[in-house]
């Protein structure tokens, strides 16, 4: 699975929308675009993918470059609960089991 | 439904000993991985069971195993501890196909090696 690229840390107000860069230069045609998060003390949780067109569902939304070397991950209105490392993961469409989780980026959200 | 159960959520054995862990995957779901997650190294995958089978595996030592039963739950066994074993171990289950289906994972057994 080919790398992907993040800023360590960012920080948000809440109300605000968010936008998590994702660099991924050395994506191919196969692969999806994965966003998992992990909240302090629990398990990660699946947030969001997409393959090529933008993605919306009820957490947020997937925007995908037209040479989809980058993605960004939206979310719309930021709150404490937002607060977390986000991840972002490329899987071939052909794979199994496994994601591969870089660093990620820990959300900061400010009251 | 309910979701991905892991038991038991804290564990303290010392150097040596071994430990079983277990997952109960959600209800129909036939695939379970494992991860290890640490300060230093992050999220990293273990091994993945699908129908019984070990369909996938990361690069650790042959000290973890693992297995499925026929009712889906599945257990993690890391034998002569060490130290660095200490870590978060994750459990998620997945549907029928694993591709590219979103993974649901467990709270975790938070694992300490004296």
């Known amino acids: 699975d080919a790398k992907t690229t993040q800023p360590n840390s960012m920080e948000s107000n809440e109300e605000e929308p968010v936008h998590l860069p994702c660099n991924h230069s050395t994506i191919s045609g196969t692969d999806y675009i994965h966003w998992y998060r992990q909240l302090p003390s629990q398990g990660p949780e699946y947030v969001i993918h997409g393959l090529t067109s933008n993605v919306n569902n009820r957490m947020a939304s997937l925007a995908i470059a037209e040479d989809r070397k980058s993605s960004t991950l939206i979310l719309h209105r930021a709150t404490l609960r937002d607060a977390a490392v986000y991840y972002c993961?490329?899987?071939?469409?052909?794979?199994?089991?496994?994601?591969?989780f870089g660093k990620g980026t820990k959300l900061s959200v400010k009251p | 439904k309910a979701g991905v159960t892991q038991t038991p959520r804290y564990l303290i054995k010392t150097r040596g000993q071994q430990v079983t862990l277990s997952c109960s995957p959600i209800?129909?779901?036939?695939?379970v991985s494992w991860y290890q997650q640490t300060p230093g190294q992050g999220l990293q995958f273990l091994f993945e069971y699908f129908s019984e089978t070990q369909r996938n595996k990361g690069n650790f030592p042959g000290r973890f195993s693992g297995r499925q039963f026929s009712n889906s739950r599945s257990e993690m066994n890391v034998s002569t501890l060490e130290l660095g074993d200490s870590a978060l171990y994750l459990c998620a289950s997945a549907g029928v196909s694993m591709t590219y289906n979103e993974q649901f994972f467990g709270p975790g057994t938070r694992l300490t090696v004296l």
């Open positions: 209800s129909g779901h036939r695939s």
């Open positions: 993961i490329l899987r071939d469409r052909g794979s199994q089991g496994n994601l591969i």
